[in-house]
């Protein structure tokens, strides 16, 4: 029944590892986003992709690389991970790009970097 | 630049109160506006949607939200709070490059 899943819910890793997050809606949706919430709850979008085409990335360090395999999903890497990189990050998505304000979230994925 | 302002970062409310929680936009045009609510170790849920027509929009949950254009406001309203209304609220506006930009959030209280 879950229309947008994010594994795993929890990560706790060490700085300098390399770390995935994966994303997943079965609501057939063409566009997908991620996003990050500081520790002070701030959410701002990292990155968009539409039929697997990314279309906004906003200003985040090379270190992360999202990936759109199909439609359905879209998973997020992070290299050398560090620690101003804990925080929740949040996978949505919408039906059409052109509909771009009716997003759907996930849960989330809590990372905390030691 | 376009942006979201929730000037309250956290609200108290006695159970059975009213609520109204504040949000402010900066924009060119008439956005489209939202509100989201976060339970704790939850995601975000849309509460209700403003798009244009009627300025008084409905959503789930027993809250509404009017849309005033000349105090740039969209502020959320409920006539009596529960116990379970208390997580973390957005207001949100929708950019036209396919961006919703959040504002920083209050943190709703609801005392016994």
């Known amino acids: 029944d879950t229309a947008v899943s994010q594994t795993p819910k929890y990560l706790v890793t060490q700085m300098g590892n390399d770390k995935s997050i994966k994303c997943e809606q079965n609501l057939g949706h063409d566009t997908m986003y991620w996003y990050k919430q500081d520790s002070k709850k701030f959410l701002k979008i990292m990155f968009s992709?539409?039929?697997?085409?990314?279309?906004i990335n906003e200003t985040v360090p090379n270190r992360f690389s999202p990936k759109s395999p199909d439609k359905a999903h879209l998973n997020l890497h992070i290299n050398s991970l560090e620690l101003g990189d804990s925080a929740v990050y949040f996978c949505?998505?919408?039906?059409?790009?052109?509909?771009?304000?009716?997003?759907?979230f996930g849960p989330g994925t809590r990372l905390t970097v030691t | 630049a376009q942006s979201v302002t929730q000037p309250d970062i956290h609200i108290t409310v006695s159970e059975g109160a009213s609520l109204e929680l504040r949000c402010n936009y900066s924009y060119g045009a008439t956005p489209y506006l939202f509100w989201y609510v976060q339970s704790p170790g939850q995601g975000l849920q849309l509460l209700l949607k403003?798009?244009?027509?009627?300025?008084l929009v409905q959503g789930i949950k027993g809250f509404e939200a009017e849309f005033k254009r000349s105090q740039s406001s969209f502020n959320l309203r409920k006539p009596s709070v529960h116990w379970s209304d208390a997580a973390e609220y957005f207001c949100?506006?929708?950019?036209?490059?396919?961006?919703?930009?959040f504002g920083q959030g209050t943190e709703l209280s609801v005392k016994p």
């Open positions: 949505a998505s919408t039906q059409r790009w052109g509909d771009s304000y009716e997003q759907y």
């Open positions: 992709y539409n039929n697997k085409e990314l279309i």
């Open positions: 403003y798009f244009s027509g009627d300025t």
């Open positions: 949100a506006a929708y950019n036209q490059g396919g961006k919703l930009i």
